[in-house]
């Protein structure tokens, strides 16, 4: 069993055009990220750009990279799923960050009485 | 040996494709990952589980930074060198980001040469990425110095709110481990790909058992997910 499953898995096998192609858009997207903090960019823009920059990077790298554009979806939904329970997450400590930082200002702040 | 021989098990579990494959995959009494190999899975199950230590450490960096009142130190200036008289805000970090990149470059290539047995190439490839790596490591160290000369400790900082020390050191340490590790783990499957024990079916040192190229994939798998990490830490805690 182990073994015809061996001949099935043959490996992953691209062009190697592919990987330098990603390559660069690597380079690309970071030189980009970097601009933005090269430039000052500030609010809203300067997030978005971050976040927009630091998303495709990731998708790039786990999707051919790390070959998970080819993978069954069977264990592309088991690994790629689970980490959309961290927005849960994030979500729950930013109402408890909001809350300490409401706390600490009103009764921790010299001038706040 | 492969047995070739058509059964009804394995007419059964004719792949399917599209999202259909997911629920006939997983409900097939039979192994779930039929692509991946179980060394493969387990690996993505590892990186699955060390997604959740860093998301761990990056969100207590989110929480103590949006939850103090003392302002955070800015992390373009704090990070920023003089390099021929000129201030360039950010530049040793954006040098380690190209350099991880590369580093992810070179060991996808390895993983492909291996599949395609070319073994001096794979093993070249490999020792490139963990050349790369290790600089990386070294670039690290200097800034930690650096940061230290200057002041910084995990409790307290010249600039601001004493999180900033505690964030840096527990994110940056523990990705630079990884690093660490993988760059030691390179060395150990480059030589075994060099000396073609992959290709003699040589049994392993520790496990006893034959190992396959497949091996640098999963290494890869590692790799790249040290780069992946890098990428979000340098949008989070370096460009917010």
Known sequence: MAQAAATIDEGQQHPIKLYLVVWGWLFVLSTFSYLVDYFHLQGYLRWSLILLFMMLNAGLIVAVFMHMAWERLALAYAILLPPLLVLVFAGIMTFEADYTLFTRERFFHADSG | MPDTTPTHAQAAMAPQAGWRSFAADWSSDQRAFKSASWGKTMMWIFLLSDTFIFSCFLLSYMTVRMSTTVPWPNPSEV?????????????????????????????????????????????????????????????QAFEWSKLIHEGVRPWENPWGAPQFGSSFFMITGFHGTHVTIGVIFLLIIARKVWRGDFDQERKGFFTSRKGRYEVVEIMGLYWHFVDLVWVFIFALFYLW
């Not at chain 2, 395609?116 to 190439?121: D, G, I, S, T, Y």
């Open chain 2, 79 to 139: 990070f920023a060198l003089e390099i021929g008289g000129t201030n360039l805000p950010l530049i040793l970090i954006a040098i380690m980001t190209f350099v991880l990149i590369s580093s992810s470059g070179t060991m996808a290539m390895a993983v492909n040469y291996g599949y395609r047995r070319n073994r001096a190439k794979t093993a070249i490839l490999m020792l490139v990425t963990a050349a790369f790596g290790a600089t990386f490591v070294g670039m």
